[in-house]
């Protein structure tokens, strides 16, 4: 599973994916990434995050949220140690030199958490390009949204 967002929908999708126990499975003989999580966010954690992205507290501020959502998961269910990759990643034109082709070929499935249209539509265009099912949600201003593209 590729998770891109570590804010507010993020936090409650990782908490969620860590409830549920996904990402905990092994991986396949042919080294299919069933039992991993990467979850990547450039973003580091402020204090206008801790009412909304209920993973961080005080002693998180100014460190990357996708390092401590991680970890927090990891506190939730030990299973998932070794099994959460935690980046540091934009997603985007910029950086298809690291989520090449390949690898995003090599998904079962990616989830969006943004709060940006323009990465929600690069992110969706990769998912189409691959034929990988994406799980779309997103915030703009006080608007949710979710959806699924298969």
């Known amino acids: 599973l590729f998770m891109v967002g570590a804010g507010a929908i993020g ?22 990434a069933a039992g991993r999580i ?12 801790l009412n909304r992205q209920f993973l961080f507290r005080e002693k998180h501020l100014r460190k990357p ?23 540091l990643d934009k997603v985007h034109e910029g950086t298809s030199h690291i989520f090449t082709d390949a690898f995003f070929e090599s998904l079962s499935v ?12 690069y992110i969706d265009s990769r998912c189409v ?5 994406l799980l779309e949600s997103g915030t703009l201003g006080p608007k949710g949204h979710v959806q699924v593209i298969i």
Do not use: F, W
């Open 11 to 32: 936090c409650e999708l990782l908490k969620n994916y860590a409830m549920l126990g996904i990402g905990t499975g092994e991986t396949t003989k042919d080294h299919q």
């Open 38 to 49: 990467i979850l990547t966010d450039p973003d580091v954690i402020e204090t206008s995050n």
């Open 129 to 133: 390009n691959s034929k990988i099912p």
């Open 65 to 87: 949220k996708s390092s401590t959502a991680a970890a927090a998961a990891i506190q939730m269910n030990k299973e998932l140690k070794n099994h959460v990759v935690a980046r």
């Open 110 to 121: 990616v989830t969006n958490a943004l709060d940006n249209v323009q990465a929600r539509r």
